[in-house]
């Protein structure tokens, strides 16, 4: 299986600020993901990194507060920005990796980063 | 618009038992659908997978089998064991575009 790095795992973040999440993966990979859990919720699709362009939103996600990059094929940073207490979850990034299954890949996730706006 | 359900949010099983979780599903372009079992504050672990031209696929003590006319997944665990106690997410995708649609969980607890 894939390993998915992220950092920082877990911050306390003041209300107003902005925090950048990294995510690296141990291969190249096509596809990568940022998903975000509220307490008590389910996960929840926020944007798709596509490598050298624009990440594409899911309804709800907008660049402004959640501006993705993905520089690269194993690399990708999620920022939340102007954070509110409403922002207080796991946020997860995870990759597409092929296992040989038709026709789709394995989604592998990594540990998560939990933040906490006060 | 719930695309992925999991209408039992808790289940207890007794050890060495079968744990038996469902999921049902709404969009028909769904074709291939994991399950993930999460700790809290931690990410999501791959479980097993299924891709709809197949109705049952195993892993060891995991097995998923699919009703692709009923819209509906079950992950049988047998036996139980009392480190399978988590949060356990169905997921969907659709024409391999990889991005998932979660159920809501089902926290299993095996008790000894």
């Known amino acids: 299986s894939a390993v998915i790095s992220q950092k920082p795992s877990r911050d306390i973040c003041q209300r107003g600020t902005s925090l950048t999440i990294q995510c690296q993966v141990d291969s190249q990979v096509t596809m990568m993901f940022w998903y975000r859990q509220q307490p008590g919720q389910s996960l929840t699709l926020i944007a798709t990194a596509n490598q050298g362009s624009e990440a594409t939103y899911e309804s709800g996600f907008v660049i402004d507060k959640f501006p993705i990059s993905r520089p690269n094929l194993t690399f990708s940073t999620l920022t939340v920005s102007n954070m509110s207490p409403e922002d207080s979850s796991i946020y997860l990034c995870?990759?597409?990796?092929?296992?040989?299954?038709?026709?789709?890949?394995?989604?592998?996730f990594g540990e998560g980063s939990w933040l906490t706006v006060v | 618009d719930q695309q992925v359900k999991q209408n039992s949010p808790s289940l207890s099983v007794q050890e060495g038992r079968i744990s038996i979780l469902n999921c049902d599903y709404t969009n028909s372009m769904f074709d291939y659908f994991l399950w993930y079992k999460k700790y809290p504050a931690e990410g999501p672990t791959f479980l097993i997978s299924?891709?709809?031209?197949?109705d049952k696929n195993e892993d060891g003590r995991f097995t998923v089998f699919l009703n692709k006319s009923a819209k509906h997944l079950s992950l049988h665990i047998v036996p139980s064991q009392p480190g399978d106690s988590a949060v356990y997410f169905c997921a969907a995708s659709a024409g391999g575009a990889q991005k998932l649609v979660f159920g809501q969980g089902t926290r299993l607890t095996i008790n000894p």
């Open positions: 299924i891709s709809s031209i197949k």
């Open positions: 995870s990759a597409s990796i092929y296992r040989g299954v038709r026709p789709g890949n394995t989604i592998y």
